[in-house]
């Protein structure tokens, strides 16, 4: 049985804890801390909620629609902050090698979506020779209208710039904002079947989680 997501973010915790600089991991423990306690939004997308159609740049520039990503069955919608965060790429990772290949007998489809530039989303799906669409959700437009967008705090933008890191850099319209990772199953009509938001961004949606949602649908 492969590790979890979970048991790779806790390694990699670990790992950080032993290599950031002090100021730095106290900064990050104390976000993440914070954002434990507030927990998931209460105004956050949430089942049986019909999302309005979005078209987003995919990492070639060509647009992607809600729409045509249910077109023939349901649709997982990964919101992630960017290729430049490891517990995304763990995720990523994850989804590609155990999730997308059950996916087809589920007739569904996955699409990644980030804050990133789509050249930045290139990257990302080069990296990882993902083969899912990743798209381009500039100034995380939709991510907001589900609830889930936020703007880091300034004392973590700083810590992050203390490591060679401004994510304003990569985002499509050079803010800071970002999504909290989420997982969305939407079916056929728009209609959110699932949810699983994660306000702490070390945790993540486990592939076995998403499977059981599909096989809920029926």
Known sequence: ???????????????SAQRLPPAVLETFTRDQAAWRTKGRPADAVAVGDVLSDFTLPDATGHDVSLSELVADGPAVLVFYRGGWCPYCN?????YQSELVPQLPARGATLAAISPQKPDQSLSTAEKHDLQFAVLSDSGARV?????????????????????????????????????????????ADRSVRFVDVHADYTSRTEV?????ALANLG
């Open 90 to 94: 763990l995720a990523l990772h994850q």
């Open 1 to 15: 049985m492969s590790t979890t997501i979970q048991e790779q973010a806790d390694a990699l915790k670990a790992a």
């Open 208 to 212: 076995s989680a998403i499977l059981a």
């Open 143 to 187: 991510a907001r209208t589900l609830g889930i967008a936020f703007e880091p705090a300034e004392d973590v933008l700083e810590a992050q710039r203390a490591l060679g890191l401004d994510i304003r850099d990569g985002n499509a319209d050079g803010s800071p904002e970002l999504p909290m990772p989420t997982v969305l199953v939407v079916d």
